[in-house]
């Protein structure tokens, strides 16, 4: 897993304080559509991950560890950009 760059967690940052409509692409090639209000970390293999949470499209809660995203695309009209790449 490479390390998300710095510039990465004020995009992430503002995804969370305007609530912005997102679809996530995750390294496995899944597609996650929500909206995500805060930050946080979880636990996975007794490791500790820096993570999103949010909502999904039918309301129910979500955690995304934010080095399993590969990009997130935002759906939000008039949002201050559109699409971020996390991996390189």
Same mark, same amino acid.
């Given at each position: 897993?490479?390390?998300?760059k710095?510039?990465?967690? =004020? %995009? ?7 609530? %912005?409509?997102?679809k ?7 597609h996650l559509?929500? +909206?995500? =209000? ?7 293999n007794? +490791? !500790?991950?820096?993570a ?7 309301? +129910?809660?979500?955690?995304v560890?934010?080095? =399993?995203i590969?990009?997130? =695309?935002?759906?939000? !009209?008039?949002?201050s ?8």
């Amino acid at each position: 897993m490479e390390p998300i760059k710095c510039e990465i967690y =004020d %995009y992430i940052e503002i995804i969370c304080l305007y609530r %912005y409509r997102v679809k996530l692409t995750l390294i496995d090639g899944t597609h996650l559509q929500g +909206q995500f =209000d805060r930050t946080l970390y979880v636990s996975r293999n007794q +490791q !500790k991950h820096e993570a999103i949470a949010g909502m999904n499209q039918q309301q +129910q809660a979500i955690e995304v560890i934010l080095t =399993d995203i590969i990009s997130i =695309d935002v759906l939000t !009209k008039n949002a201050s950009f559109n699409h971020l790449s996390l991996i390189q």
